[in-house]
């Protein structure tokens, strides 16, 4: 007889109205937990990915800055960046200026041009 009262008391606990709005209340704030860690799992995994891209980019500018490094330590690398940064040449050396067939006309048009043209030219005057 205690067995069946036990079993009638847990199901009248569980039957009250209190109980099944606990449970109920408890439920939806597991869910809305649930539903916020899973958003931040989301969020870390996109930055995740974009710290991994970042880091990917990096190592790529480290082995390039080495190598560009490595090739201004020799003597060749520095007299090529010598030359690509200030335009010179050796002693002796002659250096050729290739221009393009645009730019040559746009150069002979000025020629042509006469000293009061280019004055005129500058007030807009032609």
């Known amino acids: 007889m205690k067995l069946y009262q036990g079993r009638s008391l847990i199901y009248h ?40 891209q970042q880091l990917a980019e990096l190592e790529k500018r480290a082995e390039r800055l080495a190598k560009e490094i490595d090739r201004l330590n020799t003597p060749q690398g520095v007299e090529e960046e010598i030359r690509l940064q200030f335009n010179v040449a050796k002693e002796g050396e002659e250096v050729a200026i290739i221009i393009d067939k645009e730019q040559e006309k746009k150069l002979e048009t000025v020629k042509d041009r006469g000293v009061w043209d280019y004055i005129l030219g500058l007030f807009g005057v032609n």
Do not use: W
Not at 23 to 50: C, D, H, N, P, Q
């Open 13 to 52: 606990l569980m039957n009250s109205k209190i109980v099944v709005a606990i449970v109920i209340i408890a439920v939806i704030f597991i869910a809305k937990a649930t539903y916020g860690m899973f958003g931040k799992y989301k969020e870390s995994l996109s930055r995740r990915e974009i710290s991994e």
